[in-house]
């Protein structure tokens, strides 16, 4: 029994070898030393700890502590980090942040928790409305005047790179500004 713990210890340590498993899944840390034998990835000790708020999706061991079954060391030997991160971020959009290592827990929470439980970046559908390019609303804009604060309709266009807030609800009396247009900037 000793020796098929210690063989899959060294398998273990093989994995880690691969192209991506190297760093943490998430968050991007050196030398990971859990992983998650649900998703195939390989985790720092950190980021375990969020997995384990997930745990109908994600179950953490750790690489050193814990006992390994070969069939477990094959499930993640057949995934690992790179084919995961295909998997879980094809869609993360450009804007997107991505926390690293020397993030809070939260923005990793919350990063772990749209990758593997919401599925955000896996289907177009899952993402936010506000990363379709397109959005409209009411925001709370303050008076110049008297220093209240007034509901404003406005519209947020990726495709004309302006946002739109309408002054006194009153359609004629629109107020445009640009927004950020990466061409004029870098000369596309």
Known sequence: MTSELEKNRQRLKELLEKPGNGTCADCGASDPEWASYTLGVFVCHSCSGLHRNIAQISKVKSLLLD???????????????NAAKAKYEKMVPAFYYR?????CQLLRDQW???????KEFMFLEQQEPYSAGYREGFLWKRGRDNGQYLNRKFILSERDGVLKYFNKNDVS?????????PSLCFGF
Do not use: H
């Open 67 to 81: 006992p390994w079954s070969s069939s477990e060391i094959e499930f993640i030997n057949s995934v690992g980090n």
């Open 99 to 103: 926390p690293t290592n020397k993030d």
């Open 173 to 181: 009396d629109i107020i445009m500004i640009q927004t950020f247009k």
């Open 112 to 118: 772990i928790r749209a990758k593997y439980e919401r």
